[in-house]
Each structure stands twice: as C-alpha cells, then as structure tokens.
C-alpha cells in the first residue's frame, strides 16, 4: 500500500486540499499557543518557588526573632 493511497482502503475519500491546509494551519497555531503556555508555566512555577522561599524565610525570621536582633547587632 502506498502512502498516497491510504484512503482506498479506509472507505474514505481524501479531502480537498483547502480543508488540508486550514488543519496544517490550525494544528501550527495550536503548537504555537502550547510553547506560549508552556513558557507561562515555567514562569509561574519560578515565581511559586520564590514566594515559598521568601515565606519560609519570614517564618523562620519570625521563630527566632532574638537571632534576627543579634544579626543585625541591636542585642
């Protein structure tokens, strides 16, 4: 069988190559829109990890606020 010939054997007929190339379309401008979305969740996963970062600090700051005042030289 060969690659042009798929149809035959599936009882459909191949569509017009207008319909074709609105899909090849459709299907690039979802590729696109997956990279925008996944550069969006690189993002945000970032900007999480930061805040919990700076959350953990602040609790822990919070723990042991005589460590923080002789840090800084105030005790």
Do not use: F, T
Not at 45 to 71: A, C, I, T
């Amino acid at each position: 069988m060969k690659d042009n010939q798929w149809w035959k054997y599936m009882d459909c007929r191949p569509r017009d190559s207008v319909g074709e190339l609105d899909l090849i379309k459709q299907i690039e401008d979802l590729k696109s829109e997956v990279e925008s979305l996944k550069a969006e969740l690189a993002r945000a996963k970032e900007d999480h990890q930061y805040d919990n970062l700076v959350h953990q600090k602040e609790l822990e700051s919070l723990r042991n606020p005589v460590n923080k005042l002789r840090d800084k030289g105030l005790m």
